[in-house]
């Protein structure tokens, strides 16, 4: 059925992308929560920032991180100097670049359920005595749930197909940052490759519908909360 | 809101209108070439076109990637290859102009470092690679798989032994320009480039040559593909193994036939 090669990207681009999406979760509702509930000088700049990974060729954003994080760049190097920690090469740089580019993503899915939520709620939990972190974590993020859930899957889908920013900044190794997406680039210019990468591009095709059906399945329930809310 | 409209309907017009050219006679000669080429084609273009007004266009990627563009009919008059291989994957395809195949050039494998490393190597059987990668240290070249330099790099290490430790830290780059530019940057311990693209580079330096022995002589093909022949196209081939070109591909390093 599958050669171990094959089995080792599929595995590893679920474990990239699993590391990429849970990594990013927190500073995305933290980014999310800016966006939607506060006003700030300069948050249209951190909305652009945010979403730039959207519109920016992916190439683009890989040579960003590569000149940020690889071991000469001035967070690469600090990391590398102070922790011995190397991204640029590893799963954990793969992770980075899928995680920077599924990014916006998230925050839009979790921006939107909190815009949705009804603020009333809120107040009267409020009047009821709870504290403002009280609020937060009894009503506010349950209410947020379904969109971090639709966000979170989204963002899976979007790092899983990562390809430009991955190959620009981690490059191709074989068990530690050949994705899916970067198999199935060798293998189409292998000699015979052609099955191979055939296999690769079905199941990549499954997992991302799987993915997209999923997120819709979350985005309902967000509808319904909103119904009942 | 007049001004406005006209002005964006201008705009519109410019950008939609084909461009007309002052020799607009044959359409340029499309070349897809070896990444290790690009230097030296681009100034020897420059010399023809000095020479006779005929611009080219040009693609360069690993012979691997054009070879399979070829094959599924992208629009390429003469096809360079850093491999006899791959030529011959599109002869056997029937996709060349016969008789216009030849190999004019030879090219060396060398192991680069980063500029600032001091590293001098005698590439011989058992040689210590690992001690040129460190502990943690990748390496650096075209896509074994693939790439012609890949190829020829895997061919010389398995001869000189230190390819099974080499293959588990290795960074598989789509052409050897990207793995030069790897080594460059200082994020790859060491790469295995041609001759001359490590003297295309001001910021690597050469630790070793592979013995010509060690791997497949380096040969580059040259050959004008049978669905886009043309007189403008053969008349470029032969410009390139000219007396002048010669000049040209030396100065870059490139061994002359």
């Not at chain 1, 599929?10 to 590391?19: E, G, M, Y």
């Not at chain 1, 993503?105 to 009333?120: P, S, T």
């Not at chain 2, 273009?45 to 399979?68: C, I, M, N, P």
């Not at chain 2, 008789?99 to 058992?126: E, F, I, K, M, Q």
Request: aromatic share 8%.
């Amino acid at each position: 059925m599958l050669t171990a090669v094959e089995i080792e990207a599929l595995r590893l681009s679920l474990q990239v992308a699993l590391v990429a999406v849970a990594a990013s979760l927190p500073l995305a509702i933290g980014v999310a929560w800016l966006l939607a509930r506060c006003e700030f000088p300069g948050k249209t700049l951190l909305d652009t920032v945010v979403h730039l990974p959207l519109v920016l060729p992916p190439v683009v954003i890989g040579y960003g991180l590569l000149v940020l994080f690889g071991t000469q760049g001035p967070v690469g190097g600090w990391l590398h100097e102070s922790f011995g920690l190397r991204l640029i090469f590893t799963r954990w740089g793969a992770a980075l670049a899928a995680a920077v580019m599924a990014f916006p993503l998230m925050v839009r899915a979790i921006r939107l359920a909190l815009e949705a939520i009804d603020r009333g709620l809120e107040s009267a939990a409020r009047t009821l005595g709870a504290s403002r972190l009280d609020v937060f974590f009894t009503v506010t993020l349950p209410l947020m749930l379904p969109g971090i859930v639709s966000g979170g899957i989204v963002a899976f889908a979007a790092a899983l197909g990562d390809f430009g920013a991955t190959i620009t900044f981690v490059g191709n190794v074989p068990g530690e940052t050949q994705t899916l997406s970067l198999a199935i680039y060798s293998l189409t210019q292998t000699p015979d490759g052609d099955a191979a990468a055939a296999r690769l591009v079905l199941i990549a095709l499954a997992l991302a519908v799987g993915a997209l059906y999923a997120s819709e399945l979350a985005a309902r329930r967000v509808r319904l909360y909103i119904g009942r809310a | 809101m007049k001004l406005p409209a006209f002005l964006l309907a201008l705009a519109m017009i410019w950008l939609l209108a084909p461009t007309a050219r002052a020799s607009d006679a044959a359409p340029p000669v499309t070349v897809f070439a070896a990444a290790s080429l690009q230097d030296a084609l681009e100034t020897l273009a420059r010399r023809y076109r000095e020479q006779t007004g005929r611009a080219l266009r040009f693609s360069f990627a690993s012979s691997s990637v054009l070879a399979r563009q070829i094959e599924q009919g992208a629009p390429a008059a003469i096809f360079a290859s850093a491999d006899e291989r791959w030529m011959d994957h599109l002869q056997e395809r029937g996709l060349l102009a016969a008789g216009t195949r030849a190999s004019l050039l030879g090219n060396r494998l060398v192991l680069v470092v980063p500029a600032a490393r001091a590293l001098n190597l005698d590439l011989t059987p058992g040689f210590d690679f690992a001690a040129v990668l460190g502990s943690d240290g990748r390496w650096v070249t075209g896509d074994p798989s693939h790439v012609p330099v890949g190829r020829y790099a895997q061919q010389a290490l398995t001869t000189l032994g230190a390819w099974p430790l080499a293959q588990t830290r290795l960074v598989r780059a789509e052409n050897v320009r990207v793995a030069l530019a790897f080594v460059e940057r200082g994020e790859a311990s060491a790469g295995i480039v041609y001759e001359t693209d490590a003297r295309a580079s001001t910021r690597v330096r050469v630790a070793g040559v592979f013995p010509a022995d060690s791997h497949a002589p380096i040969s580059y093909p040259f050959a004008v593909l049978a669905r886009h022949d043309s007189a403008a196209a053969r008349d470029f081939l032969r410009f390139l193994s000219s007396d002048a070109a010669r000049e040209v591909w030396r100065g870059h390093g490139f061994g002359v036939r």
